[in-house]
């Protein structure tokens, strides 16, 4: 059974970074590990994902050139660094994995681990 745990969220001012890491449990390989958002009353949506195998990164629009995302599956680990963050960045930001990477990856339901999520402030 594997768990994705998150950690690093907090509250920040505008302008300001944090950084968000989520480790796997287990010893199933993730390769694929994403990040998502849900601000109240919006649906989920993906913020960034890599390919541990490929190194390949995919981002949003709207944080694209703010947010940079690192992975290692040797520690099944992913890590999303956030800069220039802005009011509108605020949500609950959730890790979410597949051991495989396939289809749309900001789609929800092409993820079958996800983190209990971390909030993110910024006023």
């Known amino acids: 059974h594997v768990q994705l745990v998150e950690s690093g969220g907090g509250s920040v001012e505008a302008g300001g970074s944090l950084t968000l890491s989520c480790a796997a449990s287990?010893?199933?390989?993730?390769?694929?590990m994403a990040w998502f958002r849900q601000a109240p009353g919006k649906s989920r949506e993906g913020v960034a994902c890599?390919?541990?195998?490929?190194?390949?990164?995919f981002y949003a629009d709207s944080v694209k050139g703010r947010f940079t995302i690192s992975g290692d599956n040797a520690k099944n680990t992913v890590v999303l660094q956030m800069d220039s963050l802005r009011p509108e960045d605020t949500s609950m930001y959730y890790c979410?994995?597949?051991?495989?990477?396939?289809?749309?990856?900001?789609?929800?339901?092409?993820?079958?681990?996800w983190g209990q999520g971390t909030q993110v402030t910024v006023s």
């Open positions: 890599i390919n541990t195998d490929t190194g390949s990164k």
């Open positions: 287990g010893t199933q390989i993730m390769h694929c």
């Open positions: 979410a994995a597949e051991d495989y990477c396939g289809g749309s990856w900001n789609l929800e339901q092409n993820y079958l681990y």
